[in-house]
Every structure is written in structure tokens, then in C-alpha cells.
């Protein structure tokens, strides 16, 4: 039997997996990263060594835990977070800590970028608006602020890029990944030479761009011996972490949607051709199904929200679960299950990181509002549960003003395991929730594209049809998506009515000394 190996490069681990054409994962590993690194307020950044070391642990954990070698792997995919900046120089050796997908620090070139090519003329060019996000902000960051390590700058790849240059020496990325660079032409899937030229960037740095399905390279004589593959294994393109999602939870045709709770939250739909914003507050992104669109809403603290308040406020749970071997978020969402819908009238804004979704504001901050001595620690979690499914929730509501079909939603990611967040969700939506058999998401999309490209399926279509399947549905309960929906007015209205005051206290605390 042929079996097929995704590698997935997360935010907080590389999780490698091996799938059986029916979808059946055999075998999975996780390699965890060193926490990424915020020096300043809205900085964030990664060793691009810690990935390799990563996927070398997990891959070869993988393949003892499903009891293979790699000569039983008939092709590699790849799917990593989006937008991440890993410049090398000439002899390929990494220039300088990458700057990742949440790091906000480049809001001074997005307002330069759009002065310079105009907010209209970028949507034609490359289908969304510049945002701190994006990756060609964060090169031009590292060109004004450390111009001595851009002028040494030969290649630049995305994080999971990096890993392939490592898995096969090869320079390339794939469609879908190369969209969120703000350097790709989404339309017509090829890099844009007219962005490239108002920049000012060479496009020689650039990686080869293929379509998700195809073949990039072979696993290396010197990464066999390191990481148990089979030199000569094909690796193909992959996919952005949310294509791949996309491709792993089947939707992979019209009217199909996901809602991906990881560190970020992400809402995903397909299209059969470029739909575009004129605002810019959705992403308009190629897919990995080849001559196919995808367009996304993204809440930046999704996850990272429930973890920032575990890692802050709940160490004496975080310290019991790793005593006795359970999760420390069940036991943290224990104490919300006893609120009620609404969590008494208090809302949180997750925005701790920013915001992309529907906001687009760098300078976004979070917050609990309504809070009265009458709320307790639950009313905080499950307030958190809900402010992340609002969020979401705009998402929906600007793809409905689109006319962008929502007939069915998967649910994906670490925080759609759990049954009251996923009911939460579908209460706030106001839409069927579907979980999946398998829920591993990325890595298990990456493996999918890599059947493709060995011929184990004949489309990424048929890849779907024949390895996904569902588990379970959960419909939204009436009396709560009533009450959700009166609160939902009061969120939607939170950020604009207190924007000039989060943007003075943003520009307070950025002059402030470092930890003043």
C-alpha cells in the first residue's frame, strides 16, 4: 500500500502525519518550537532553525509510530503558516530571526506601499490590501531598519518554504502560500512584476511558484540520513496552512465553508474564480486545487486568546494538568460551561495581536467589556469563547454581503475538538457545524496534495471523495442564537465606538521604555 506523508510548520510545533489513501492516519508526531519571540509590543519572530529541528523530530516520529520506513512513502506534502519573512544570503545561511504571520511592527510601510501603488490599483494587482501581515511589508521593514542585512538578502521563502529548501535544496513555494505575500498576482497565479517594480524588489530573490498538487523536488541524500525518508521521495507544493486545512477538511467545492480555531481562527470558503473585496477586509487567495480562488476572513487571536489567559491566569491548572496527564484547557473550560449564553452581559474583544477581520488595524487591542463585581473567572473564559466566534462571525457576515454561498460548515483546529466551543460556534453563526472524522486538518490536507502528485488520486477533488469524511453535526439551538444575536449587535459596534481611544493608548504605550 502506498501511504502519504503531510508535514505541517505551525505556529507552535511541526506536526508531521501519514495518511492511507482512504484518509486513515496510520501514524502522527509532533515536534514542538521554542515559544516565538516578542521583543516589543506587536513584534513577533521565529528561528527558522527551530522548524527544521522540528519536522526532523516529528517526521521520524511519525514513521516509527505507524511502524514504517521511508522507503514507504510515496510523496511529502507541505502546509505551514502564512507570511512569515526567512531571508538567506548567498551561501543560503539564514540572515536574521523570520519575522512571522502575527508580527505587526510594519505599519509604516503598509501606509508607504498603499501611498505608492494607491488602495485601488493594489486590489487589481494582487487582490487585497497592504497589511501588517502580509509579507512584503515586513521585508521592507528589514530593509529601512536593518539595511545591512537586506543588502546581504539573496533568497527570501515563507516558513514552511524553508523547510523544503532543507527537505530537497530546491527554492520554491506554492500558489496559495505566495498570495499572502502582497507580491503575488492572484488572478492570474504569477508573481506580479508591477508590484515587485514599485517596491523596488529584486524579483531573483523570489522562489518558483507551483501549483499545490505538483512536483518541487526530492527528498536529498543528506535529509534521508537525518530525518529517515527515502532519498528521491517526491515533495510537492503544499499549501499556505489554510489552503492545506481547507484541502484536509473536503472543501474543495462551492457552498462549502470551514471555521479553523487554531492560534489564529480563520473562516474559508471556495470559489471558482477570484472574488474580491473592494474594502479589503477578506483575503482573496489562489487555492491548492489548481485554477480554483479561496476567499478568508482571519481573527488573529483565536486560540492564542484562550492560551494567553491559561499561560497568565491559570498556572495552577497548567501545573495540575501536567502533574496528573490531562489538558489544562478542560479543565479551564469546565468553570465556562456553568455560564450561561451572553456570559451576563460581558463581551471580549480578541485582539490581542491586532486585527485583520473586518477591522484591519494593527494598532487593535483586546478587551473585557461590561465587567461588574458580579462576574467571575467563568464569565471571563466563556466571554473568550464567545468574543472569538463574534469575531468569526464577521467573517460570515461580509461573505453573505458578497454573495458568497454558506450551505455547510466544517469545524477545524485545536479549538473546535471541544463540544461547548463548537456548539458556541454554531449558535453565533447561526449555521450546521460538521466535524470531520479526522480532524488533523493541515498536516492531513499536505498529505492529501501529496497523493495527488504521486498519482494516488486523480484531482484534489477526488482526494476529498475518497478520504473525508464526517463525523458529526451540531445545529444551532434556537432560544441561544437569539440571544447571540442581540448580543452580536453590541460587539459588532464595541470596536468603532472605542477606536480613538485604543489608538492613544496604543501610541502610549509605544513610547514608553522597553518594559515601562
Known amino acids: 500500500m502506498s501511504y502519504m506523508m503531510g508535514i505541517d ?52 516520529a511519525a514513521l516509527e509510530d505507524a511502524g514504517l520506513k521511508g522507503g514507504d512513502i510515496a510523496a511529502v506534502g507541505l502546509s ?32 508607504w506601499i498603499t501611498s505608492k501603488v494607491g488602495a485601488d490599483r493594489l486590489i487589481q494587482l494582487v487582490s487585497n490590501p497592504a497589511l501588517t501581515g502580509f509579507s512584503a511589508p515586513k521585508m521592507l521593514w528589514v530593509r529601512d531598519h536593518e539595511p545591512r542585512i537586506f543588502e546581504r538578502a539573496a533568497h527570501f521563502l515563507l516558513p514552511k ?57 526530492e527528498i536529498s541524500v543528506e535529509t534521508a540520513l537525518v530525518t529517515g525518508l527515502k532519498a528521491g521521495t517526491p515533495v510537492v507544493g503544499g499549501g499556505g496552512d489554510q489552503a492545506s486545512s481547507a484541502v484536509g477538511n473536503g472543501i474543495v467545492l462551492p457552498g462549502l465553508t ?49 492560551r494567553w489567559f491559561r499561560d497568565n491566569f491559570a498556572a495552577a491548572e497548567a501545573d495540575y494538568a501536567r502533574r496528573v496527564g490531562v489538558d489544562a484547557y478542560e479543565l479551564i473550560l469546565a468553570e465556562a460551561e456553568k455560564i450561561p449564553a451572553g456570559s451576563d452581559g460581558l463581551l471580549f474583544l480578541p485582539y490581542l495581536m491586532g486585527e485583520r477581520t473586518p477591522v484591519l488595524d494593527a494598532q487593535a487591542r483586546g ?3 461590561g465587567l461588574t463585581a458580579a462576574h467571575t473567572r467563568g464569565h471571563l473564559i466563556r466571554a473568550i469563547l464567545e468574543g472569538v466566534a463574534f469575531s468569526l462571525r464577521d467573517s ?28 458556541i460556534q454554531a449558535d453565533i453563526y447561526g449555521k450546521e457545524l460538521v466535524r470531520l472524522r479526522t480532524s ?35 445545529a444551532p439551538r434556537p432560544a441561544e442564537k437569539k440571544i447571540y444575536d442581540r448580543y452580536y449587535e453590541v460587539y459588532r459596534n464595541l470596536y468603532g465606538a472605542t477606536r480613538p481611544l485604543i489608538h492613544q493608548l496604543a501610541g502610549l504605550a509605544s513610547e514608553a521604555p522597553a518594559g515601562g
Open 258 to 306: 470551514s471555521a479553523t480555531l487554531g492560534t489564529s481562527g480563520v473562516i474559508f470558503a471556495y470559489t471558482d474564480a477570484p472574488k474580491l473585496d473592494p474594502h479589503g477586509r477578506i483575503h482573496t487567495f489562489c487555492h491548492a486545487v489548481p485554477g480554483k480562488w479561496h476567499v478568508m476572513g482571519v481573527t488573529q487571536g483565536a486560540g492564542l486568546s484562550l
Open 80 to 111: 505551514g503558516q502564512m507570511h512569515g519573512v526567512v531571508l538567506l544570503d548567498q551561501t543560503n545561511s539564514v540572515l536574521r530571526p523570520s519575522l512571522i504571520w502575527c508580527d505587526q511592527r510594519s505599519q509604516e510601510q503598509c501606509d
Open 396 to 423: 460570515l457576515e461580509i461573505f453573505r454581503e458578497l454573495e458568497i454561498p454558506v450551505s455547510e460548515i466544517r469545524a477545524s483546529g485545536g479549538g473546535s475538538r471541544g463540544l461547548m466551543w463548537r456548539q
Open 9 to 60: 510548520v505551525g505556529t507552535t510545533g511541526t506536526r508531521a502525519v501519514i495518511v492511507r489513501p482512504d484518509g486513515q492516519v496510520v501514524g502522527a508526531a509532533t515536534g514542538d518550537h521554542e515559544p516565538m519571540r516578542m521583543p516589543k509590543p506587536g513584534w513577533a519572530e521565529q528561528d527558522p532553525a527551530n522548524w527544521w529541528e522540528a519536522t526532523i523530530q516529528a517526521v521520524r
Open 440 to 474: 488533523e486538518g493541515s498536516a492531513l490536507g499536505a498529505a492529501l496534495l501529496a497523493g495527488v502528485g504521486a498519482k494516488i488520486y486523480a484531482s484534489v477533488e477526488e482526494s476529498a471523495r475518497q478520504a473525508i469524511q464526517t463525523e458529526d453535526h451540531l
Open 161 to 217: 518554504d524553508f523547510v523544503r529548501y532543507r527537505l530537497t535544496g530546491e527554492f520554491a513555494t506554492d500558489v496559495s502560500d505566495a498570495s499572502g505575500t502582497l507580491l503575488f498576482d492572484v488572478t492570474n497565479r504569477r508573481w506580479s512584476r508591477e508590484m515587485l517594480s514599485a517596491l523596488g524588489l529584486d524579483a531573483k530573490i523570489l522562489p518558483r511558484a507551483y501549483e499545490s498538487p505538483e512536483i518541487t523536488g
Open 367 to 369: 478587551m473585557w467589556f
